[in-house]
């Protein structure tokens, strides 16, 4: 302020414009604003909107309605298939993919890049073609089906081919969840219980086991989901009989060609569920083995 003689006048004060910072306080740019908008944007519209629609749909009747929707019969066994079959795949890809990831990072052997090559070739191909594969080899017509079949086992268009799918297509998971943790293990360890006198079942329990036993939960976490919910493979191979071999991505597809998109939608809702919870366990899981690495 300043007298300028009697009358008092005041200057003007400016202030700092104020910068929008992070959560970790730093300054952010015009540009990096516009850009966390624009990815906040795009994930919302691909994600979170049509998750958003879903719900919705699948509610429009009201709880009631959603209720005898999931209450079908054909409904609770399709998603009982669904939900046995992932646990079965995914405790058997637990096992064999921890011994994989073992071998390739344990054993030096002729082929083993060729090992490696083929572990991700169910990543790689379209699901439908796993399902046409699984037909060829164990379809009636084919000579190992023919087999399998005279011994009174049916695996194409039955229950053995639904978790035999699931066991092909998520067959990677448990395999690149653990190979990290493996090569980060120093077999020093294991020598040294194995000087101390330890055996062997006592060293693979209290040695190898605690280390990558978080990798293979996440793996086997990661193998349940995606086996709840595969369809590609599914819809060629189990045969969609109504309370035997439908399974409930399957089912959902029949209830939207029958002219029921709410009871589709139902379905769908519950899978979602599902989904949701094993993402975030999934990720802690991962967290945690990547926590036990460092």
């Known amino acids: 302020m300043s007298l300028r003689g009697s009358v008092l006048t005041r200057e003007p004060i400016l202030e700092t414009p104020k910068l929008v910072t992070d959560e970790h306080g730093a300054s952010l740019g015009a540009s990096t604003i516009l850009l966390r908008v624009a990815v906040a944007s795009y994930v919302g519209t691909m994600v979170a909107l049509p998750v958003g629609v879903l719900v919705l749909e699948g509610f429009r009747y009201g709880v009631g309605a959603f209720v005898h929707a ?7 066994d ?8 992932s646990a079965i795949a995914a405790a058997v890809n637990g096992l064999v993919g921890t011994a994989i990831a073992w071998a390739l990072v344990r054993w030096d052997f002729p082929g083993r890049r060729l090992v490696a090559l083929l572990v991700d070739i169910p990543l790689a191909i379209p699901t439908l073609v ?8 164990f379809g009636a017509q084919a000579p190992l089906g023919h087999w399998f079949s005279v011994h009174g086992i049916d695996v ?3 229950r053995p081919g639904i978790v035999l799918a699931l066991l092909f ?9 653990v190979e990290p943790v493996l090569v980060d293990l120093e077999p020093a360890e294991e020598e040294a219980a194995h000087t101390l006198g330890a055996s062997r079942v006592r060293t693979l329990a209290q040695v190898l086991l605690p280390p990558i036993l978080p990798a293979v939960a996440a793996g086997m976490v990661q193998t349940f989901a995606r086996s709840i919910a595969e369809f590609g493979s599914l819809a060629v191979v189990s045969g969609n009989i109504p309370h035997h071999t439908l399974v ?5 597809l029949g209830q939207v060609e029958a002219g029921d998109p709410a009871g589709a939608a139902a379905a769908s809702v519950v899978l979602l569920a599902i989904a949701l919870v094993l993402q975030p366990v999934s990720g802690g899981l ?6 036990r690495r460092a």
């Open 70 to 76: 999931i209450a079908q019969s054909t409904a609770v």
């Open 78 to 85: 399709a998603l009982a298939l669904s939900l046995w079959t």
């Open 169 to 177: 297509v998520t067959l990677p998971f448990v395999v690149r969840a």
């Open 286 to 291: 991962a967290r945690w083995a990547g926590a």
């Open 130 to 137: 796993a399902g046409i594969l699984i037909v060829a080899l």
């Open 248 to 252: 409930a991505p399957v089912y959902i």
């Open 156 to 158: 194409a268009y039955a």
